[in-house]
């Protein structure tokens, strides 16, 4: 029987987020605005299944499909919420499971580092996909699992502050949110992002 680890609907990508996601995306690329979910599972392997069972269901487009060695996850998006929410409908029945059968996620690190220095700034901005963070800015770090709300984490701080999206990796056994900014958008944005993930119902992982 597969595992549910993530399933995370967002419901308007943010720009940042949509541009960022169309950056890192082997697949078919978001817009702004639209519906997304994000789904991981283990078997990893079982992934290619899923999102077949969520193309065939109603019209959505994939944006990114990752198979490692223990988890699988999947990306869909769409102008539609409902066709959105429809493949995740699809998704869950073929794996006779409920979305309150997930991973509640749980943050592992919550960290803000205040008025950066040029040196790290250099180095964080060369490993970067997304923003740059500039000599005395303020970054905040968010390490959280399952991997896969990650994914909500920056675009609900996004939504609450000017903050530049760095990078996200919403793959593996550890999701990783950097944001940077001014530090009290930074303030707000990552409280923003803890609250999202603090609201997400599902069972304790073993």
Do not use: W
């Not at 490692?68 to 794996?95: T, Y």
């Not at 991973?103 to 040196?119: E, L």
């Not at 923003?131 to 609450?160: F, R």
């Not at 760095?166 to 793959?171: G, P, Q």
């Amino acid at each position: 029987m597969a595992e549910l680890r993530t399933y995370c609907f967002l419901d308007s990508l943010q720009p940042q987020f949509a541009s960022f996601q169309a950056t890192i995306s082997q697949g078919f690329l978001p817009r702004p605005g639209q519906a997304s979910l994000f789904v991981e599972i283990a078997p990893g392997i079982a992934i290619n299944e899923v999102m077949d069972v969520a193309l065939k269901a109603t019209n959505v487009t994939p944006g990114m499909q990752i198979v490692e060695r223990s988890f699988g996850m999947l990306e869909l998006h769409s102008d539609s919420q409902a066709d959105v929410r429809e493949a995740g409908r699809a998704i869950l029945k073929a794996l006779n499971l409920d979305e309150n059968e997930r991973i509640k996620p749980k943050v592992f690190s919550s960290q803000v580092i205040r008025h950066v220095d040029d040196h790290q700034t250099q180095l964080i901005n060369r490993m970067r996909h997304g923003n740059m963070i500039l000599p005395g800015q303020s970054m905040y770090i968010m390490e959280v699992a399952p991997a896969g709300y990650a994914a909500l984490a920056a675009n609900e701080a996004e939504k609450a502050a000017d903050i530049n999206i760095l990078e996200v990796r919403a793959v593996g056994s550890f999701g990783r949110v950097y944001l940077g900014g001014e530090e009290r958008d930074i303030e707000v944005g990552f409280r923003a992002a803890e609250a999202a993930i603090a609201s997400i119902v599902g069972k304790e992982e073993k």
